[in-house]
């Protein structure tokens, strides 16, 4: 199976796109927001997932490590390998704007307060995640004390 990387690129966006257009037009009171969530929390990544790894099954050898800026760059300068690369980043953070929604609603806090939070997320990842915590200290500072989980769910 040959994977063309630009159709792949294309249609990934395309992909998490509309995971995030669902995100934004499901606040916690719609009843389809825990079906949204299923599907951009964990099958939208799952898809991701496969397709991450045909990529890498696809990219041709091409050397590179993880030890400098030049070695990752070599490792990327293989068009499925960054394609893959795109995939991964896309998927993770698709993953967190999910997590953030979830938890939004379990602390009560106002959709249109969390859609900025899931944009800065969807545009610069980290930042978006920096921003939610930021949101629970002002909204709800008591959610950042850390918690000994009592069940299988992680309550971070």
């Not at 915590?133 to 950042?144: E, I, K």
Request: no cysteine.
């Amino acid at each position: 199976m040959i994977l063309n990387p630009e159709f792949v690129f294309s249609a990934a966006n395309g992909v998490a796109l509309l995971g995030w257009l669902a995100l934004v037009v499901s606040p916690p009171s719609v009843r389809w927001a825990a079906a949204v969530w299923r599907i951009t929390g964990r099958a939208i990544p799952l898809v991701f997932a496969a397709v991450y790894a045909a990529l890498l099954l696809a990219a041709e050898p091409i050397g590179g490590n993880f030890n400098s800026l030049a070695g990752v760059q070599k490792l990327f300068s293989s068009p499925h390998a960054l394609t893959a690369g795109w995939v991964h980043y896309l998927a993770f953070d698709l993953f967190v704007g999910t997590w953030i929604a979830q938890r939004a609603a379990t602390l009560r806090l106002p959709h249109w307060q969390v859609l900025p939070v899931l944009a800065l997320t969807f545009l610069f990842g980290p930042l978006g995640y920096a921003a939610f915590m930021g949101l629970r200290a002002l909204r709800r500072p008591q959610s950042l004390r850390w918690q000994t989980a009592t069940s299988p769910e992680i309550s971070a």
